[in-house]
Antibody, heavy 120, light 108 residues
Framework: EVQLLESGGSLVRPGRSLRLACAAS????????MTWVRQAPGKGLEWVSG????????YYADSVKGRFTISRDNSKNTLFLHMSSLRAGDTAVYYC?????????????WGQGTLVTVSA | EIVMTQSPATLSVSPGERVTLSCRAS??????LAWYQQKPGQAPRLLIY???TRATGIPARFSGSGSGTEFTLTISSLQSEDFAVYFC??????????FGQGTKLEIK
Protein backbone atom coordinates (compact mmCIF):
# COMPACT_ATOMS: atom_id res chain seq x y z
CA GLU A 1 0.00 0.00 0.00
CA VAL A 2 1.30 3.42 -0.99
CA GLN A 3 1.81 5.72 1.97
CA LEU A 4 2.89 9.34 1.83
CA LEU A 5 3.43 11.22 5.06
CA GLU A 6 4.12 14.94 4.94
CA SER A 7 5.77 16.81 7.78
CA GLY A 8 7.34 20.17 8.52
CA GLY A 9 4.34 22.44 8.29
CA SER A 10 4.10 25.19 10.90
CA LEU A 11 3.41 28.85 11.60
CA VAL A 12 6.20 30.96 10.14
CA ARG A 13 6.85 34.69 9.81
CA PRO A 14 6.82 36.35 6.38
CA GLY A 15 10.25 36.31 4.77
CA ARG A 16 11.40 33.21 6.65
CA SER A 17 12.15 29.75 5.32
CA LEU A 18 10.68 26.32 5.93
CA ARG A 19 11.40 22.82 4.69
CA LEU A 20 8.68 20.27 4.11
CA ALA A 21 9.33 16.55 3.89
CA CYS A 22 7.29 13.67 2.50
CA ALA A 23 8.21 10.15 3.62
CA ALA A 24 7.17 7.54 1.08
CA SER A 25 6.61 3.82 1.47
CA UNK A 26 4.87 0.93 -0.25
CA UNK A 27 6.38 1.47 -3.72
CA UNK A 28 9.72 1.76 -5.48
CA UNK A 29 10.34 5.44 -4.79
CA UNK A 30 13.09 6.11 -7.40
CA UNK A 31 10.81 4.85 -10.19
CA UNK A 32 8.19 7.55 -9.76
CA UNK A 33 8.04 11.29 -10.20
CA MET A 34 6.73 13.27 -7.26
CA THR A 35 4.78 16.49 -7.01
CA TRP A 36 3.80 19.12 -4.45
CA VAL A 37 0.32 20.63 -4.67
CA ARG A 38 -1.08 23.21 -2.28
CA GLN A 39 -4.53 24.33 -1.27
CA ALA A 40 -5.17 27.65 0.43
CA PRO A 41 -7.96 27.64 3.04
CA GLY A 42 -11.30 27.27 1.29
CA LYS A 43 -9.72 27.45 -2.15
CA GLY A 44 -8.88 25.12 -5.02
CA LEU A 45 -5.78 23.13 -5.84
CA GLU A 46 -2.59 24.77 -7.06
CA TRP A 47 0.21 22.77 -8.67
CA VAL A 48 3.48 23.89 -7.03
CA SER A 49 6.43 21.78 -8.11
CA GLY A 50 7.40 18.42 -9.57
CA UNK A 51 10.52 16.27 -9.79
CA UNK A 52 11.31 13.28 -11.96
CA UNK A 53 12.09 9.88 -10.49
CA UNK A 54 15.83 10.28 -10.73
CA UNK A 55 15.71 13.89 -9.61
CA UNK A 56 17.30 15.22 -12.80
CA UNK A 57 14.26 17.24 -13.90
CA UNK A 58 12.53 19.78 -11.68
CA TYR A 59 9.62 22.08 -12.43
CA TYR A 60 7.97 24.99 -10.65
CA ALA A 61 4.87 27.14 -10.79
CA ASP A 62 5.62 30.75 -11.64
CA SER A 63 4.28 31.77 -8.23
CA VAL A 64 7.10 29.94 -6.42
CA LYS A 65 9.91 29.92 -8.95
CA GLY A 66 13.11 31.27 -7.42
CA ARG A 67 11.78 30.87 -3.87
CA PHE A 68 11.00 27.14 -3.58
CA THR A 69 13.31 24.21 -4.29
CA ILE A 70 12.13 20.64 -4.73
CA SER A 71 14.51 17.76 -4.12
CA ARG A 72 14.46 14.09 -3.25
CA ASP A 73 16.65 11.57 -1.46
CA ASN A 74 16.04 8.27 -3.19
CA SER A 75 18.17 6.41 -0.66
CA LYS A 76 15.77 7.51 2.09
CA ASN A 77 12.52 7.48 0.08
CA THR A 78 11.91 11.11 0.97
CA LEU A 79 10.73 14.13 -0.99
CA PHE A 80 11.49 17.67 0.12
CA LEU A 81 10.25 21.18 -0.54
CA HIS A 82 12.48 23.97 0.67
CA MET A 83 10.51 27.20 0.82
CA SER A 84 12.16 30.58 1.28
CA SER A 85 11.01 34.22 1.28
CA LEU A 86 7.63 33.02 2.43
CA ARG A 87 4.60 35.25 1.92
CA ALA A 88 1.10 35.33 3.32
CA GLY A 89 -0.09 33.98 -0.03
CA ASP A 90 1.89 30.79 0.57
CA THR A 91 -0.43 29.86 3.43
CA ALA A 92 -1.96 26.52 2.48
CA VAL A 93 -2.12 22.81 3.07
CA TYR A 94 0.74 21.27 1.12
CA TYR A 95 0.19 17.82 -0.34
CA CYS A 96 2.83 15.55 -1.76
CA UNK A 97 1.80 13.22 -4.52
CA UNK A 98 3.13 10.16 -6.34
CA UNK A 99 2.96 10.06 -10.11
CA UNK A 100 2.13 7.13 -12.38
CA UNK A 101 5.51 7.24 -14.10
CA UNK A 102 9.09 8.40 -13.74
CA UNK A 103 8.24 11.66 -15.49
CA UNK A 104 6.08 14.37 -13.96
CA UNK A 105 2.46 14.07 -15.10
CA UNK A 106 -0.49 13.54 -12.78
CA UNK A 107 -0.91 12.48 -9.16
CA UNK A 108 -2.01 8.93 -8.58
CA UNK A 109 -1.63 8.87 -4.81
CA TRP A 110 -1.80 11.73 -2.32
CA GLY A 111 -0.57 12.30 1.19
CA GLN A 112 -2.83 13.82 3.82
CA GLY A 113 -1.11 17.20 3.71
CA THR A 114 0.75 19.50 6.09
CA LEU A 115 -0.39 23.02 6.95
CA VAL A 116 1.87 25.99 6.39
CA THR A 117 0.73 29.29 7.85
CA VAL A 118 2.65 32.44 6.99
CA SER A 119 1.73 35.24 9.34
CA ALA A 120 3.32 37.91 11.44
CA GLU B 1 0.40 28.67 -19.15
CA ILE B 2 -2.72 26.66 -19.93
CA VAL B 3 -5.84 27.80 -18.08
CA MET B 4 -8.40 25.19 -17.07
CA THR B 5 -11.98 26.35 -16.60
CA GLN B 6 -14.65 24.22 -14.96
CA SER B 7 -18.38 24.70 -15.07
CA PRO B 8 -20.59 25.06 -13.25
CA ALA B 9 -18.99 26.15 -9.98
CA THR B 10 -21.73 24.46 -7.99
CA LEU B 11 -24.30 21.86 -9.01
CA SER B 12 -27.29 20.91 -6.86
CA VAL B 13 -28.46 17.41 -7.65
CA SER B 14 -30.44 14.58 -6.09
CA PRO B 15 -29.14 11.10 -5.35
CA GLY B 16 -29.74 8.76 -8.27
CA GLU B 17 -29.50 11.50 -10.87
CA ARG B 18 -27.05 11.52 -13.76
CA VAL B 19 -24.69 14.48 -13.74
CA THR B 20 -22.14 15.89 -16.16
CA LEU B 21 -19.32 18.20 -15.19
CA SER B 22 -17.38 20.23 -17.74
CA CYS B 23 -13.75 21.23 -18.03
CA ARG B 24 -12.30 23.41 -20.76
CA ALA B 25 -8.64 24.04 -21.57
CA SER B 26 -7.41 27.34 -23.02
CA UNK B 27 -5.45 25.38 -25.62
CA UNK B 28 -5.32 21.76 -26.66
CA UNK B 29 -4.06 19.31 -24.07
CA UNK B 30 -4.83 16.29 -26.31
CA UNK B 31 -6.07 13.61 -23.92
CA UNK B 32 -3.70 14.57 -21.10
CA LEU B 33 -6.44 15.31 -18.62
CA ALA B 34 -7.17 13.96 -15.14
CA TRP B 35 -10.14 14.28 -12.80
CA TYR B 36 -9.91 14.24 -9.01
CA GLN B 37 -12.50 14.05 -6.27
CA GLN B 38 -12.05 15.80 -2.94
CA LYS B 39 -14.25 15.40 0.11
CA PRO B 40 -14.18 17.84 3.04
CA GLY B 41 -11.09 17.43 5.21
CA GLN B 42 -9.57 14.84 2.89
CA ALA B 43 -6.87 14.78 0.27
CA PRO B 44 -7.96 14.59 -3.35
CA ARG B 45 -8.35 11.20 -5.02
CA LEU B 46 -7.57 10.38 -8.64
CA LEU B 47 -10.68 9.30 -10.55
CA ILE B 48 -9.83 9.50 -14.24
CA TYR B 49 -6.63 9.89 -16.25
CA UNK B 50 -5.95 10.07 -19.95
CA UNK B 51 -9.35 11.80 -20.17
CA UNK B 52 -11.29 8.52 -20.03
CA THR B 53 -9.42 5.81 -18.08
CA ARG B 54 -10.72 5.06 -14.62
CA ALA B 55 -8.09 4.85 -11.90
CA THR B 56 -7.75 1.73 -9.81
CA GLY B 57 -10.78 1.05 -7.64
CA ILE B 58 -12.99 3.76 -9.15
CA PRO B 59 -16.59 2.61 -9.69
CA ALA B 60 -17.92 2.23 -13.20
CA ARG B 61 -20.54 4.95 -12.64
CA PHE B 62 -17.70 7.46 -13.17
CA SER B 63 -16.74 8.08 -16.78
CA GLY B 64 -14.69 10.67 -18.58
CA SER B 65 -14.67 11.82 -22.17
CA GLY B 66 -13.26 14.48 -24.44
CA SER B 67 -10.01 15.52 -26.03
CA GLY B 68 -8.31 18.70 -27.12
CA THR B 69 -9.98 21.48 -25.18
CA GLU B 70 -13.35 20.10 -24.06
CA PHE B 71 -13.78 17.41 -21.42
CA THR B 72 -16.59 15.98 -19.33
CA LEU B 73 -16.89 13.86 -16.23
CA THR B 74 -20.15 11.96 -15.95
CA ILE B 75 -21.53 10.22 -12.90
CA SER B 76 -24.29 7.93 -14.10
CA SER B 77 -26.26 7.62 -10.85
CA LEU B 78 -25.20 9.77 -7.94
CA GLN B 79 -24.57 8.04 -4.67
CA SER B 80 -24.45 9.82 -1.32
CA GLU B 81 -20.67 9.40 -1.17
CA ASP B 82 -20.25 11.24 -4.48
CA PHE B 83 -21.15 14.64 -3.08
CA ALA B 84 -17.78 16.35 -3.12
CA VAL B 85 -15.67 18.81 -5.11
CA TYR B 86 -14.29 17.68 -8.47
CA PHE B 87 -11.17 19.11 -10.08
CA CYS B 88 -9.73 18.64 -13.54
CA UNK B 89 -6.02 18.95 -14.26
CA UNK B 90 -4.07 18.88 -17.50
CA UNK B 91 -0.67 17.23 -17.80
CA UNK B 92 0.20 18.12 -21.36
CA UNK B 93 3.82 18.47 -22.48
CA UNK B 94 5.66 20.37 -19.72
CA UNK B 95 4.68 21.53 -16.24
CA UNK B 96 3.23 23.56 -14.62
CA UNK B 97 0.12 21.42 -14.83
CA UNK B 98 -2.74 23.66 -13.79
CA PHE B 99 -6.00 22.63 -12.15
CA GLY B 100 -9.49 23.89 -12.81
CA GLN B 101 -11.13 25.82 -10.01
CA GLY B 102 -13.41 22.94 -9.13
CA THR B 103 -17.08 22.01 -9.29
CA LYS B 104 -18.91 21.35 -6.05
CA LEU B 105 -21.68 18.77 -6.13
CA GLU B 106 -24.20 19.41 -3.41
CA ILE B 107 -27.38 17.66 -2.41
CA LYS B 108 -30.55 19.27 -3.70
Amino acid sequence: EVQLLESGGSLVRPGRSLRLACAASGFSFPNYAMTWVRQAPGKGLEWVSGISGGGEHTYYADSVKGRFTISRDNSKNTLFLHMSSLRAGDTAVYYCGKDRSTMVTLIEDWGQGTLVTVSA
Amino acid sequence: EIVMTQSPATLSVSPGERVTLSCRASQSVRNNLAWYQQKPGQAPRLLIYGASTRATGIPARFSGSGSGTEFTLTISSLQSEDFAVYFCQHFNVWPPYSFGQGTKLEIK
